[in-house]
T-cell receptor, first 110, second 115 residues
Framework: QKEVEQDPGPLSVPEGAIVSLNCTYS??????FMWYRQYSRKGPELLMY????GNKEDGRFTAQVDKSSKYISLFIRDSQPSDSATYLC??????????FGGGTRVLVKP | DTAVSQTPKYLVTQMGNDKSIKCEQN?????MYWYKQDSKKFLKIMFS???????INETVPNRFSPKSPDKAHLNLHINSLELGDSAVYFC??????????????FGSGTRLTVV
């Protein structure tokens, strides 16, 4: 079993819908949680970063962390075709390397 | 103006050959990384250097040898290439050793195909 699990998708939604993504993890030492977006043939780019449990909002994006359940989520409101990409969760304990999920492919249809 | 640049973008080579991938960052970051992304999009760390010092060396065949001549450059040399080495290799850099806070900045990847 991998340390970080993520449904590979694809997740197909109509334009304007809410996209809901999540990851589960097994290492209770993880404290820092990130979401990256990766377009085809490009490198991942950082979208959201949260520390410990709680919510964080940035424009159309909301990240949630529930450390008690070892579960993190990313919500994309009013999705656009340009949001079509692979979304990777990543996490780390302080002083350790970043561990990535396998990514969820998202398709937003016009 | 590219923050993290890798060369080459594409590399097609025969089994048994030796090849190198180069990476440079102009962000002033102290830490650089090599990640391997397989066909299922799973990103796995290979190496990490902090200010030219090797700090992470995952279970990678010793055919892979990183070199960091200065903190802005991290190269990857691969000896005796095998079919299983085919993947996309990403270079990344970060301000902090763990990538927390500012996260990692990734290059656009080198797609290696071994035939």
């Amino acid at each position: 079993q991998k340390e970080v699990e993520q449904d590979p998708g694809p997740l197909s939604v109509p334009e304007g819908a809410i996209v809901s993504l999540n990851c589960t993890y097994s290492n209770s030492a993880f404290q820092y949680f990130m979401w990256y977006r990766q377009y085809s043939r490009k490198g991942p780019e950082l979208l959201m970063y949260t520390y410990s449990s709680g919510n964080k909002e940035d424009g159309r994006f909301t990240a949630q962390v529930d450390k008690s359940s070892k579960y993190i989520s990313l919500f994309i409101r009013d999705s656009q075709p340009s949001d079509s990409a692979t979304y990777l969760c990543a996490m780390t304990a302080a002083g350790n390397k970043l561990t990535f999920g396998g990514g969820t492919r998202v398709l937003v249809k016009p | 103006d590219t923050a993290v640049s890798q060369t080459p973008k594409y590399l097609v080579t025969q089994m048994g050959n030796d090849k190198s991938i180069k990476c440079e960052q102009n962000l002033g970051h102290d830490t650089m990384y090599w990640y391997k992304q397989d066909s299922k999009k799973f990103l796995k760390i290979m190496f990490s250097y902090n200010n030219k010092e090797l700090i992470i060396n995952e279970t990678v065949p010793n055919r892979f040898s990183p070199k960091s001549p200065d903190k802005a450059h991290l190269n990857l040399h691969i000896n005796s290439l095998e079919l299983g080495d085919s993947a996309v290799y990403f270079c990344a850099s970060s301000q902090a050793r763990t990538g927390v806070g500012s996260g990692y900045t990734f290059g656009s990847g080198t797609r290696l195909t071994v035939v």
